[in-house]
């Protein structure tokens, strides 16, 4: 019976951590607004470019954006970590943002992961969006 109390209490244990990980988000709207994200390419150089405007809701001393490319077999072909950046963010005032990566001879992407993290040297601890746009070719 004990045997029975204890593996039932380590399943809801279980259920609970995997429950509120399938909840969590990165895009989080509270601290920045990211909106009509466009991708294309490629021009004659092979760059591909990704347009969107940011809009912090508070005040950040600091933002960057990293952009990883993936082709159809879901292969990185190419990272580009620090795609556009900003010192002094005010809430409120709208980045239209322009990033370009080159990804000649590196292949044909068909989605680009897009991160926005609030500082220089950026961790996981520091990602305030997250999110991936599917290239149409």
Not at 18 to 37: E, H, R
Request: hydrophobic residues 35%; negative net charge; proline residues 3%.
């Amino acid at each position: 019976m004990k045997k029975m109390g204890l593996l039932l209490g380590v399943l809801v244990i279980a259920a609970v951590v995997a429950i509120s990980g399938c909840t969590s988000t990165t895009n989080n709207s509270s601290q920045l607004t990211v909106g009509n994200v466009s991708v294309s390419g490629p021009d004659d150089l092979g760059d591909y470019n990704l347009n969107t405007t940011i809009t912090p809701n508070q005040d950040f001393d600091y933002l960057e954006m990293h952009l990883t490319w993936y082709d159809s077999s879901g292969a990185i072909i190419y990272t580009d970590p620090l795609a556009w950046n900003v010192n002094d963010a005010k809430s409120g005032q709208v980045y239209d943002v322009g990033a370009s990566s080159d990804l000649y001879q590196k292949g044909t992407p068909t989605k680009v992961v897009v991160e926005i993290y609030n500082s220089v040297g950026a961790t996981s601890d520091d990602l305030i969006y997250n999110s991936t746009v599917n290239i149409n070719s």
